[in-house]
């Protein structure tokens, strides 16, 4: 699989490091109760189909990556910068 990295250009997926679902917003620690941590750590849904990811781009440019991909052929249809994605979710843009 080959990831095209927003400013390395096309590379290798060995040059990145997977993280998981760019969906899901993290609980505030100070704030969440035990079951609400408990769910965004344990329970995750394995879905088949396009899925938004963060990758780490650690051989190359370091850059955090939301990458669109399907799991089932490994397409991927987009990549971002997570900063951009980050951005957006704060000032409720459209992506």
Sequence with gaps: MRIRCSHCGERDNG?????GDATLARPDGMEADAAAMYDYVYLRDNLAGEHRELWYHGAGC???LVVTRDTRTHTISDVSPARDVARTRRTGEAA
């Design 62 to 64: 370091r850059a955090w």
């Design 15 to 19: 040059e990145f490091s997977y993280l």
